[in-house]
């Protein structure tokens, strides 16, 4: 099962992945953890991403990918996993779509936590941080917004967007809302090589 986690930060993405990630035991990668791993390992790529993000910059898209394909090869991935923060943008998930068509699989789902700018203030504000007030909020969640949309309308297209309530009912509850779609999925043929 491959899935990939759609969602502003405090929407649950990261307490659901470890429940998802022992039920279906597959592994959980944020792309920040994936490039922290790869600049620790000094590999080529990981060294060129590394002085990219000591400048504060954003990694290039073709980095990126390489890192994180490098790592969806792994043996630990054969069944499966969960992405959070990959693809970001519309070219990343196109390039995602070839890269799965050339192992000859294809996405399970996508997954689309959607909360109230309400939920986020709570959550947000239990974190303690000084930058998360609701003026602050509205305008991280307008920008998540504007950024996600191509994103989600273009797996909208594919039909794999699965919408997830995030901050309604306890984790549980959430959990049992993403097992039901889970257990509904249609059975997905993985794309064949020409």
């Known amino acids: 099962m491959r899935i990939v986690l759609i969602g502003p930060p405090g929407a649950g993405k990261g307490t659901q992945s470890a429940l998802m990630s ?3 035991q597959i592994p959980h990668l944020s792309t920040g953890d994936i490039l922290r791993a ?3 390992e000094q ?3 990981g060294r060129e991403a590394a002085k990219f993000m000591e400048r504060g910059e954003l990694v290039p898209d073709e980095m990126i990918q390489e890192i994180v394909f490098n790592q969806l090869s792994s043996p630990a991935c054969a069944s499966g996993y969960i992405l959070d923060g990959f693809p970001r943008t519309v070219p990343q998930a196109e390039a995602f779509d070839r890269w799965l068509a050339e192992q000859e699989c294809a996405l399970s789902l996508v997954l689309k936590f959607s909360v109230t700018e309400d939920v986020l203030l ?5 974190r303690g941080r ?3 007030d609701r003026e602050i909020v509205r305008k991280r969640m307008q920008h998540y917004l504007n950024l996600t949309k191509p994103l989600v309308e273009y797996y909208q ?3 794999l967007v699965h919408v997830v309530k995030g901050g309604q009912g306890s984790a549980e509850d959430v959990f049992a809302s993403i097992q039901e779609i889970v257990d509904n999925l249609p059975n ?3 794309a064949k090589k020409n």
């Not at 709570?122 to 239990?126: K, V």
Request: proline residues 4%; aromatic residues 4%; charged residues 45%.
């Open 22 to 24: 022992e039920k279906f």
């Open 38 to 40: 790869a600049t620790a």
């Open 43 to 45: 590999s080529e790529v």
């Open 122 to 126: 709570e959550r947000l504000a239990g």
């Open 130 to 132: 000084k930058d998360d």
């Open 157 to 159: 297209d594919h039909g």
């Open 188 to 190: 997905r043929q993985p």
